[in-house]
Structure formats: structure tokens, C-alpha cells
């Protein structure tokens, strides 16, 4: 049974850090693409950052790469995602996922078979 478990949300004030985990189990990481994705509410699940199975780092906005950084430990089955100057809007559920779809990672969450159950990401101003 596959399992992702995000940890490492929480409250954070305008302009701090945080660093989000994903603990993999149940698949052979290193074959699989891993990518972090948001859902603010009342908006669609959002593709923040992937990584490939070789380590190669994808942001989806400009500012997300000025700002977040993605990583994996592939001994340790873990996906990071790094977020610093966090704002206000990047308040969120942050969801892990992971695809086997593909030589580069999607930013289409149809394309990633497993999921986390997310993690809050509170931004206060």
C-alpha cells in the first residue's frame, strides 16, 4: 500500500519559512517523479514544483523559484519543499504527489497516481 504523509505545515507569519516533508512508503521512490501542489479555497489544485526521478528541480511560476526550493532524499524516501518570504497568499493545503507518467513530471494532477492527505500552510499578515 503506497503512502505519502506530508509533515512540516503550520502558522507561519508574513516573511518567514517554512519546510515541508513527504515520507514515501509502499513504492520504489526513485522511479517515480515527486511534486509539491496547493489548494487554496475555493480555488483548483495548483502545481507549485516537481522533481524528477534524477533530481532535476521544475518550478511552475517565476516567483516560486525565486522563493521555494524542492528536493529529494531518495535514501530517506523523502520529497522537501522549502518555502521562504512566505506570504499571505501562499496560504494553502499542500499536497505531495507522485507519477510515474512520463520523462518529465506534469503539472496535471491526473497525471500522478498517489497523493498525500495535504498539509495546512498558514501565511499570517
Known amino acids: 500500500q503506497v503512502q505519502l504523509i506530508e509533515s512540516g505545515g503550520g502558522l507561519v507569519q508574513d516573511g518567514g519559512s517554512l519546510r515541508l516533508s513527504c515520507a514515501a512508503s509502499?513504492?520504489?521512490?526513485?522511479?517515480?517523479?515527486m511534486a509539491w501542489f496547493r489548494q487554496a479555497p475555493g480555488k483548483d489544485r495548483s502545481a507549485v514544483a516537481a522533481?524528477?526521478?534524477?533530481?532535476?528541480?521544475?518550478y511552475y511560476e517565476d516567483f516560486m523559484k525565486r522563493r521555494f526550493a524542492i528536493s529529494r532524499d531518495n535514501a530517506k524516501n523523502t520529497v522537501y519543499l522549502e518555502m521562504n518570504s512566505l506570504k499571505a497568499e501562499d496560504t494553502a493545503v499542500y499536497y505531495c504527489a507522485a507519477s510515474l507518467w512520463g520523462t518529465y513530471p506534469s503539472q496535471t494532477p491526473q497525471t500522478y497516481a498517489h497523493w498525500g492527505q495535504g498539509t495546512q500552510v498558514t501565511v499570517a499578515s
Open positions: 509502499g513504492l520504489t521512490f526513485s522511479d517515480y517523479h
Open positions: 522533481i524528477t526521478r534524477s533530481g532535476e528541480s521544475i
